[in-house]
């Protein structure tokens, strides 16, 4: 018997060995290959690819059309996931994959019509276009990994189909990138709704252009259920850019500094775009060099072209220009023909078309979606009992001949000032901050978008009326007219999603001036002798004078009300701060929860929870609240629903008792334990990592995280209750002295590679979070001297 019970153990403990061993290799068979030959169709001669330390691929090619074949090939080794979920959240197709939850994310992206619109614009591309043969050649090494390799893991764990990947995929993406940007969405159904039902006093503390005719009157036919419906959509926008898992672009900073003020006498570019953290990170790195051609360059998914990048002759960084190029327009509806509203004077027909939604695991959903000559009936996402009022989408991504493509194959190529000029007039939607050096001794800054000329009058914040003229177009204004500057005489060009200066502002949803302010600060304050430490110095700066300037109204408020024990040592913590958020710092975490406290006394009971938990999700907020803080006669303090009439005072003196309470609950009773790094911490969670136990598997972090709201060193989120969840930050953090863009700098938040149990996971994510950078390698000898391996791609 025991002899029995000794063999059965043996061969259990045999199957174990055996099980294990064939998940090891089958987890081993979709790890990328880095070494070695692999043949690819083609290709017209064989194509180098040397793998530096981090896994980045230096490639090099005999042709142009091998070198992209060869991108596409390495991108879709580390990113083929990533790549087939962005496809997918653009397309509207997530649910075919992820299940009856995804449906409303789905019905969404179809109502915005970037499926059908990247379909069309695909169709229209010159197929002898040179950006055009890049992308299919691009797309082509895709492809061919994907049918030669076995599938990610994460294929497996879902059940994805493998499916080729078209150039209106990337044209899909490209809409979601815009949508990413496209804050009117998210905002103009709450500020429209503060209008119509608490009155224009209620808009004093917004950042609004303050026309007349654009602040009194009010949405003439909006039914509660329309505003329900509105408050539903911009809700679902909000859940939709998160849920996925996929990187939503928030912000950045870039600045160029020329020789006469840099320690080289060369120009010095810097620059880190703010965007949501995800794994793998948005960023795929890829150094490419053919004959008469050479890039360093960050890549996004399904894009052959660097979004920003440098080489020996020039580099150029992005930040995200935040003009406001999308309206929600509230069509009249012909009361004689529900399928005709008013536009340019008389009634038109609404345009349908049906799409099918596939559903894992449920039925299929058929959507009937219109388009009305203003543009696409974005509430038709919505179940037909939630409002009866069409509300259209005019966006310029929809309405310009966008050759984005094209724009970004140029700049990839753009040495000279003319050229990049050239390459940023071509960037329609999403608008974009072109901030560019070169070695030659230039540096320029051109906002690049196509501005719609709106009536006069109009304020774009809210959702036009579709019955008046306010929600027509007079065309573009033309493209020298945007602002811009080229070689300033101050020294140095500063871009960080603030409003750009002009005689006539462009309207948009801007950032707050204290972060580009900190930036000038810094910049102005020293002439000469700038250099890569002391540029990597600057984008670790924690401080902003946000907080200092919102408190200075409310600190003999905040002190009447600080009456517990070690309360008034706390405040004047708050009082003594300088705005700077290291992680050993108690004053943040103190002033980021009273925040949090703060508008939620003062707009939660007007707004109730559903709108208040909208709008901190937007920049009005950030605008808004040093507004607030400094008048005392807003009608925000006054409590509805009781009889007292409560000021500034009251209000500040609950908001208060309530972060104290929070932080004690939440962070223990003594405040000196309070710091930023237990209450302020990121943690990279890739889309199967949103729930246990998944999260431990594919997920990195949390780590401590210094910065914080509009500091230089922009690690945020959404304004929330301690401890807070960074959910965006530097994607990179690239300095690029033109005198050795050799020896340029940067980092990825996570790694390189997206494939999990590959070593180039998440091995910078300790070195992203201790703000530490790593070498560019551009040069041959230090390419050669920093080669970890070498895959030679064969002509099949």
């Given amino acids: 018997m025991k002899r029995a019970l000794k063999l059965l153990g043996l061969a259990l403990l045999g199957l174990i060995v055996v099980a294990a061993l064939g998940l090891a290799w089958w987890w081993q068979a979709r790890l990328p290959q880095r070494s070695g030959e692999l043949p690819l169709t083609g290709l017209k001669a064989p194509v180098q690819v040397r793998y530096d330390d981090f896994g980045v691929p230096h490639i090099r090619a005999g042709s142009e059309t091998d070198l992209y074949r060869a991108l596409g090939y390495v991108h879709a080794q580390d990113r083929l996931f990533q790549m087939e979920i962005l496809r997918r959240l653009s397309r509207g197709e997530l649910a075919e994959i992820l299940g009856p939850k995804l449906v409303d994310t789905d019905r969404l992206f179809r109502s915005l019509a970037i499926r059908h619109h990247a379909d069309a614009y695909a169709a229209r591309l010159d ?56 804050a009117a969405f998210r905002t103009e159904p709450v500020l429209s709704r503060i209008r119509d039902e608490l009155g224009a006093e209620h808009l004093q503390i917004f950042d609004l252009a303050w026309h007349p005719e654009g602040v009194t009157h009010g949405m003439a036919g909006l039914a509660p259920a329309d505003w329900q419906g509105l408050n539903r959509l911009a809700a679902l926008s909000h859940e939709a850019l998160s849920s996925a898992g996929v990187p939503v672009f928030e912000g950045s900073n870039a600045w160029a500094i020329s020789g006469a003020r840099t320690a080289s006498g060369k120009p010095l570019l810097a620059g880190d775009p703010h965007i949501a953290f995800s794994v793998p990170a948005v960023w795929y790195e890829a150094h490419l060099s053919a004959p008469g051609f050479e890039l360093y360059g960050l890549h ?52 349908e078309r049906q799409e099918t939604i596939a559903v894992k695991g449920g039925e299929p959903v058929a959507m009937t979606l219109r388009r009305s000559p203003h543009g696409p009936i974005v509430n038709d996402a919505l179940d037909k009992s939630v409002g009866q009022r069409p509300i259209a989408m005019w966006w310029a991504f929809l309405e310009t001949e966008n050759p984005i493509l094209d724009a970004f194959y140029k700049l990839d190529r753009a040495d000279t000032l003319a050229k990049a000029r050239e390459a940023a007039s071509l960037i329609h939607s999403p608008g ?79 950032n707050l001036w204290d972060r580009a302010l900190r930036l000038d600060q810094q910049l102005a304050a020293t002439p000469t002798g700038w250099d890569t ?39 004047e913590q708050l009082a003594a701060w300088k705005g700077d958020h290291p992680v050993d710092a108690v004053a943040p975490t103190l002033f980021s929860q009273f925040l949090f406290d703060l508008a939620r006394e003062a707009l939660g009971d007007e707004l109730g929870e559903d709108v208040f938990n909208l709008i901190r999700r937007t920049r009005a907020l950030d605008h808004a609240l040093p507004r607030l803080a400094a008048d005392p006669a807003s009608p925000w303090w006054d409590r509805r629903g009781t009889p007292a009439h409560e000021t500034r005072a009251a209000t500040v003196s609950a908001a208060w008792r309530a972060t104290v309470s929070h932080l004690k609950a939440t962070l223990g009773d003594d405040p000196a334990t309070w710091t930023w790094g237990r209450a302020h911490r990121v943690t990279h969670e890739h889309p199967l990592g949103k729930r246990a136990p998944l999260d431990r598997l594919f ?25 807070v969840s960074v959910t965006y930050g530097p994607s990179t953090r690239r300095v690029v002295d033109l005198s050795a863009p050799g020896a340029a700098r940067g980092i990825n938040p996570v ?25 560019q390698h551009l040069d041959e000898a230090d390419v050669a001297g920093h080669t970890r391996s070498e895959l030679k791609l064969t002509v099949r």
């Fill in 699 to 723: 997920n990195a972090g949390p780590f401590p995280a210094p910065g914080g709201r509009e500091t230089p060193n922009n690690l945020s989120g959404p304004l929330s209750a301690v401890p």
């Fill in 127 to 182: 197929p002898a276009a040179p950006s055009t043969v890049a992308l299919q050649a691009y797309l082509d090494g895709i492809n061919q990994y994907q049918a030669d390799r076995p599938a990610p893991i994460e294929f497996a764990i879902l059940g994805i189909p493998k499916r080729p990947f078209t150039m209106a995929d990337t044209a899909s993406v490209a809409g979601y990138l815009a949508y990413s940007f496209a």
């Fill in 300 to 351: 996004q998914a399904l894009n052959p072209f660097a979004l920003v990048g440098h080489n020996q002759r020039f580099g150029w960084s992005l930040t995200m220009f935040q003009n406001d190029d999308l309206d929600l327009i509230a069509e009249k509806v012909n009361p004689d023909n529900p399928k005709q509203v008013w536009a340019a004077g008389q009634w038109a027909d609404l345009v």
């Fill in 533 to 571: 430490p002391r540029a990597q110095s600057l984008q670790l700066d924690t401080q902003t004078g946000y907080g200092p300037r919102l408190l200075a109204s409310l600190l003999p408020d905040l002190r009447a009300a600080a009456t517990g024990p070690g309360e008034p040592a706390l405040v």
């Fill in 751 to 775: 790694g390189q590679s997206g494939v999990k149990g590959d070593r180039h996971y998440a091995d910078q994510a300790v070195l992203y979070a201790q703000g530490a950078s790593r070498a």
């Fill in 432 to 510: 974009l901050n072109v901030v560019w050096a070169n070695a030659a001794g230039d540096i320029g800054w051109w906002a690049a978008a196509k501005l719609p000329l709106r009536p006069a009058g109009v304020e774009p914040s809210f959702i036009l009326d579709g019955g008046m003229a306010e929600a027509d177009k007079r065309g573009f204004l033309p493209f020298s007219q945007n602002p811009q500057e080229e070689n300033p005489a101050r020294g140095y060009i500063v871009s960080a999603n603030h409003q750009p200066a002009g005689e006539q502002p462009v309207p948009g949803y801007y």
